[in-house]
């Protein structure tokens, strides 16, 4: 039975949560309704509420350990100390990113490289050590195709400064530095910020985007031994990831207010002297904020792009770039969780969690033209699948979200999300929450749970599924904050691979 004093304290808890949302500011959603659920085949362990949620009582009595899936299943993993915020991979090779102070830390410190040959047993084959792999790596580290080369850049935290290291992965599980000097040896800084980064599609080019303030750098890699810097500008406040067009002319650019601009750098492409980069549209919405990203794809052969964003219950947005001066929003994947009318649900389960909730954050799709199918990174809510054929009718197809690691903090010092978890309250989701509440959407009856008073101290009663989950057939390389790398495998009941094949997440 709830006491008085018990049921005085979490209602207290969650006015405090409510008044410090509520102060973040914000203004009305638009609503979208979500994906059409998964119909979880035989042998799935499914949600037991809400889509994408985990309820409060799935955390408190410990069955977030053993994890949900529905219509996929766990390969291999290798946990290590935690996955980062952002890893990579390439051919039979994944390279997993680090967090500071995590990535200092433990018998074997910086980026590992695991070779994956065996999806059922990875195995460690080295360990990236430069600067920029042991200042943390954020959302930085990229791989360029058909170049063969990794990159990453030195972020201690939100914004980092003059590191960068570039590697030859022709031998995927040994890669070769390139640049022992500018960008690696502490005493020629390159002069970029960085936060965020990706290539365009010919590798040539690098560019790597700071959020305080918004710098963003393009760094010539034609000679990869000797990266330089050729453009840079300050498009806006805080800026974040990106997309480039498959023809390298234009830059999809994620504005961490909310939104994206498009940016003509076709100039750069050309390597013209003295290269101009205007800007050609600054697309603005509210129902969503710290947009992550944006995956370049084309439907029927017009250019779209799915833009991402990380906070505030924005899912990801489906949007006509055809004509890059006045972009359209053409739909919307959400999540039940997402939706306005649940922000008060959103609020029960996620309080104790820290600071993200149920958010998407990288995405990647399986082919740039006609993309059949589009994988998330969806922060507590797991690894999400969506069958994308049809852009209007989008349905998701199965899930895996990881077992929680709770009460594995000490171990898990590459793990943001153990970094993190001094944070109780989900404060990115604060837009979102304010303006449930401001529409009259917000039952301050069912955000109540044994949860609500946990603003500080929180806990790891789920996992943070950061990274892009990237296709190889059926089955999806990704990382998440505490488990680490996962090889996962799609049902072929429910998703059969195009030939043509070619995970994009659009840098």
């Known amino acids: 039975m709830i006491t008085f004093s018990a049921r005085a304290h979490r209602r207290a808890g969650l006015i405090l949560a ?28 499914p949600e037991s ?16 350990r053993d994890g949900f899936h529905c219509n996929m299943r766990l390969l291999g993993a290798a946990r290590g100390h935690g996955g980062g915020i952002t890893s990579v991979t390439f051919e039979h090779c994944a390279y997993v990113g680090t967090v500071l102070p995590g990535s200092l830390a433990g018998p074997d410190p910086g980026v590992q490289v695991l070779d994956v040959r065996d999806p059922a047993a990875p195995v460690h084959t080295a360990t990236l050590t430069e600067p920029a792999m042991l200042a943390g790596t954020w959302e930085s ?23 960068l290291s570039v590697y030859d992965i ?29 290539f365009s599609p010919d590798g040539r080019t690098y560019w790597s985007s700071g959020t305080a303030p918004g710098l963003l750098s393009a760094v010539d890699l034609t000679d990869p031994a000797n990266p330089r810097v050729v453009w840079q500008g300050l498009p806006g406040l805080s800026m974040h990831g990106i997309g480039v067009s498959p023809d390298g002319n234009r830059l999809y650019l994620a504005n961490n207010l909310g939104g994206m601009k498009i940016l003509d750098i076709s100039a750069l492409q050309r390597r013209d002297p003295a290269p101009q980069v205007p800007e050609l549209a600054d697309m603005t919405w509210s129902d969503g904020w710290a947009t992550q990203h944006a995956v370049p794809v084309t439907y029927g052969g017009v250019p779209h792009v799915f833009a991402v964003d990380e906070a505030g219950s924005g899912g990801v947005k489906i949007i006509d770039v055809s004509d890059d ?96 978890s001094i944070i109780g309250l989900p404060i990115l989701s604060a837009p979102s929450v304010a303006q449930a509440i401001l529409r009259g959407e917000f ?20 996992d943070w599924c950061f990274s892009p989950p ?36 659009g840098s």
């Open 18 to 45: 409510a008044a410090l949302l509520v102060s973040m500011g914000a203004v009305t959603a638009h609503s979208a309704p979500p994906a059409t659920r998964a119909d979880c085949l035989p042998g799935s362990a």
């Open 49 to 64: 509420g809400l889509q994408g949620d985990v309820p409060a009582a799935d955390r408190d009595s410990g069955r977030s």
């Open 141 to 163: 580290l990229k791989v360029n195709k058909a170049r063969k080369l990794l990159v990453g850049a030195g972020v201690p935290f939100l914004t980092g400064a003059g590191l």
């Open 170 to 198: 022709s031998d995927c599980a040994h890669p070769r530095l390139l640049n022992p000097g500018t960008g690696t040896d502490l005493s020629m800084p390159l002069p970029i910020t960085a936060h965020e980064g990706g």
């Open 325 to 420: 001066r006045r972009p359209r929003i053409t739909g919307t994947i959400k999540l039940e969780i997402n939706l306005p009318e649940h922000q008060d649900s959103l609020l029960a389960s996620a309080a104790g969690g820290s600071a993200f909730s149920y958010d998407a954050h990288y995405c990647a799709a399986d082919r740039p033209a006609d993309p059949t199918a589009l994988a998330c990174g969806w922060t507590s809510s797991g690894v999400r699948v969506f069958d994308v054929r049809d852009p209007g009718n989008v349905t998701e197809i199965g899930y895996f979200n990881p077992p929680a690691r709770t009460g594995e903090n000490l171990a898990l010092s590459n793990s943001p999300h153990a970094l993190a």
């Open 443 to 462: 039952d301050a009856g069912q955000a109540l749970s044994a949860r609500t008073g946990m603003v500080v101290s929180g806990d790891l009663s789920t």
């Open 470 to 505: 990237e296709w190889r057939g059926n089955q999806l390389w990704t990382t998440c904050a505490d488990n680490g790398f996962l090889a996962l495998e799609l049902s072929p009941q429910v998703y059969t691979p195009p030939a043509d094949q070619n995970s994009t997440t």
